[in-house]
């Protein structure tokens, strides 16, 4: 079952972050900061729960696409986490079409992420930067940026896409070299 999240289950999607991600504090702090952050658009928090345990969690935050005529509200669909011992289940694909479906229905023209384009071009995105959209860091390979284009998106809707300041502040755009 897909379900907004409630407060009740940050603890355990802290846990689902940790353990899809490794033992590092910064994607479940990115997903704490996010909630929190002031932005034009409101995040959207949805959790996998299976007998009734939160094993799955998606976040559509506030990012900017800036536009040659204006600047646009667009989301960032970041984290993606599914515990590890329910991967491989369509979990993920079932918390990325529920999110999809929510951005549409709110009006938002475009969600952006940063990942496989094997796994999640088969799931709705494709790559930005061959439809009219520049990365907004060098750090991020050209395969891995990808957009949803969604019902209200228009055509003249292509330029930069901009993070905001949280995914900045938790270092969270792009590769980094394991050795730097």
Same mark, same amino acid.
């Given at each position: 079952?897909?379900?907004?999240?409630?407060?009740?289950?940050?603890?355990?999607?802290?846990?689902?972050?940790?353990?899809?991600?490794?033992?590092?504090?910064?994607?479940?702090?990115?997903?704490?900061?996010?909630?929190?952050?002031?932005?034009?658009?409101?995040?959207?928090?949805?959790?996998?729960?299976?007998?009734?345990?939160?094993? *799955?969690? %998606?976040?559509?935050?506030?990012?900017? !696409?800036?536009? #040659?005529?204006?600047?646009?509200? =667009?989301?960032? @669909? +970041?984290?993606?986490?599914?515990?590890?011992?329910?991967?491989?289940?369509?979990?993920?694909?079932?918390?990325?079409?529920?999110?999809?479906?929510?951005?549409?229905?709110?009006?938002?023209?475009?969600?952006?992420?940063?990942?496989?384009?094997?796994?999640?071009?088969?799931?709705?995105?494709?790559?930005? *930067?061959? %439809?009219?959209?520049?990365?907004?860091? !060098?750090?991020? #390979?050209?395969?891995?940026?990808? =957009?949803?284009? @969604? +019902?209200?998106?228009?055509?003249?809707?292509?330029?930069?896409?901009?993070?905001?300041?949280?995914?900045?502040?938790?270092?969270?755009?792009?590769?980094?070299?394991?050795?730097?």
């Amino acid at each position: 079952m897909i379900r907004q999240e409630t407060a009740d289950d940050h603890r355990d999607v802290r846990e689902v972050h940790t353990r899809a991600f490794g033992d590092s504090d910064r994607v479940p702090g990115l997903v704490e900061a996010l909630r929190v952050a002031e932005a034009a658009l409101a995040p959207m928090s949805f959790v996998a729960v299976v007998d009734d345990r939160v094993v *799955g969690h %998606v976040l559509l935050s506030a990012t900017r !696409l800036d536009a #040659p005529r204006r600047i646009v509200d =667009v989301l960032s @669909l +970041s984290p993606l986490g599914v515990l590890p011992e329910f991967q491989g289940q369509g979990i993920g694909t079932r918390l990325i079409a529920h999110a999809l479906e929510a951005a549409d229905s709110q009006g938002v023209p475009l969600v952006f992420l940063e990942g496989s384009p094997y796994y999640y071009g088969k799931r709705g995105f494709e790559g930005a *930067g061959a %439809v009219g959209f520049r990365s907004p860091s !060098l750090r991020i #390979p050209e395969a891995a940026f990808q =957009v949803a284009r @969604l +019902s209200a998106h228009e055509p003249w809707m292509t330029g930069t896409f901009v993070y905001s300041e949280v995914f900045w502040a938790f270092d969270c755009v792009g590769l980094r070299d394991p050795e730097g």
